[in-house]
């Protein structure tokens, strides 16, 4: 499995924007970036993903180094309901390798501080 | 919004017994995951399903555990005979198809093994 690099911490104040790192340097060419965020005594739930190009949602933005070794999920106005573990994860999305299971690791916390 | 659903939140089962965790999907999603996480510890991967049939399952998803979909809504997991180890947060998980990279967590069921 290609392997990810994240922070086990990060501290925010509240209201501010937020930039959460992620290095993936074995990263294949059809691995997908995929970031979800686990919120106290919740599942797991959907961030945002992408390939190559930056990618932005009503939740977060994704921007994508361009050898695409690292990655920044980018929360633009932090809010103590953002408070969650935050997990970046290659996902093979190539047809022929099957069905590639998203492997979690151990993520970012992050604290927002009101 | 759509949601998974699952049952019971919490159950409490004396070791060697057999539990069955239940899983609503979301109506036209037709890729299936179950998950664990152990209290304090990470999300784990335990099995994929598609099409009736497993297409991935980890080294943890031993003999001891089952899946199906027996009346096409329902997916559930089957652990025989519990251990103590056993004792997690199980998540479902269901994604509409495989490329769009999103999967959908339910809120998951406790299981505390006696």
């Known amino acids: 499995d290609a392997k990810t690099t994240q922070p086990n911490s990060m501290e925010s104040n509240e209201e501010e924007p937020v930039h959460l790192p992620c290095n993936h340097s074995?990263?294949?060419?059809?691995?997908?970036i995929h970031w979800y965020r686990q919120l106290p005594s919740q599942g797991p739930e959907y961030v945002i993903h992408?390939?190559?190009s930056n990618v932005n949602n009503r939740m977060a933005s994704l921007a994508i180094a361009e050898d695409r070794k690292s990655s920044t999920l980018i929360l633009h106005r932090a809010t103590l309901r953002d408070a969650a573990v935050y997990y970046c994860?290659?996902?093979?999305?190539?047809?022929?390798?099957?069905?590639?299971?998203?492997?979690f690791g151990k993520g970012t916390r992050l604290s927002v501080i009101a | 919004e759509p949601e998974v659903t699952q049952t019971p939140s919490h159950q409490v089962t004396q070791m060697g017994q057999e539990v069955i965790l239940r899983c609503v999907p979301i109506?036209?999603?037709?890729?299936f995951y179950w998950y664990r996480q152990i209290l304090g510890q990470k999300v784990e991967f335990l099995v994929s399903?598609?099409?009736?049939?497993?297409?991935?399952k980890s080294e943890i998803f031993d003999d001891q555990f089952s899946v199906e979909r027996p009346d096409g809504s329902n997916f559930t997991l089957k652990i025989r005979s519990t251990k103590l180890e056993d004792s997690a947060m199980y998540f479902c998980?269901?994604?509409?198809?495989?490329?769009?990279?999103?999967?959908?967590f339910g809120e998951g069921s406790r299981l505390t093994v006696l």
């Open positions: 998980a269901t994604s509409r198809d495989y490329y769009t990279g999103e999967l959908f």
């Open positions: 074995t990263i294949s060419g059809t691995d997908y």
């Open positions: 992408g390939l190559t």
């Open positions: 994860i290659l996902r093979d999305l190539d047809a022929n390798s099957g069905n590639t299971p998203l492997v």
């Open positions: 109506s036209n999603h037709l890729y």
């Open positions: 399903f598609y099409n009736n049939e497993i297409s991935e």
